[in-house]
């Protein structure tokens, strides 16, 4: 049996059922309602002592799951980028993010997100390309999809 995200990477800021979950960095603030108490695990993949700019991740995860009823389990992970203006950078860090949390240990949830939140949005014409390949990416690994919050704000129920 294939090894769950939350059974590798057990490195959580915290991990229960919370319903209200804020993560915020520099002004850009993300916000989760988990409605129907599913197990999350938060992870703060872009640690401040990580001095690679090459390989750079994105700065958070979720991880949702339901240990009491693995047949309705979310196995959902959720890659969050708090960025300013550099979208396309944000794009590559959430596919770094990709490729060193799920691709390198053979996790396969059943749904991986995307979501960047971001001071101002670029023209789409400028990031059709970069956009269209992570979510190739999301959707090859996991079924799911990539969302854009600009103002520095986003919102969602999980």
């Known amino acids: 049996m294939m090894s769950r995200f939350h059974e590798i990477h057990t490195n959580w800021c915290f991990c229960d ?11 850009k603030k993300y916000f989760a309602t988990n409605k129907e108490e599913k197990e999350v695990a938060q992870y703060h993949l872009d ?6 700019e090459t390989h750079k991740k994105c700065d ?3 991880y949702l799951f339901d240990d009491d009823d693995i047949s309705k389990d979310a ?12 979208i396309k ?3 590559q860090q959430i596919q770094n993010s990709i490729d060193d949390w799920v691709v390198a240990f053979n996790i396969r949830p ?3 997100d995307a979501r960047v939140v971001a001071m101002g949005v670029p023209n789409p014409k400028i990031i059709s390309s970069d956009l269209l390949r992570l979510r190739n ?7 799911g999809d990539v969302l854009i919050g600009s103002n520095g704000y986003f919102s969602e129920d999980l």
């Open 110 to 112: 059943r749904r991986i």
């Open 137 to 143: 990416r999301v959707f090859e690994y996991g079924n």
């Open 60 to 62: 958070f995860a979720l």
């Open 75 to 86: 196995d959902r992970v959720i890659f969050i980028e708090l960025k300013g203006k550099d």
């Open 89 to 91: 950078r944000a794009f």
């Open 47 to 52: 640690a401040p002592d990580n001095t690679d």
């Open 17 to 27: 059922r919370r319903k209200k979950i804020s993560i915020s960095e520099k002004g």
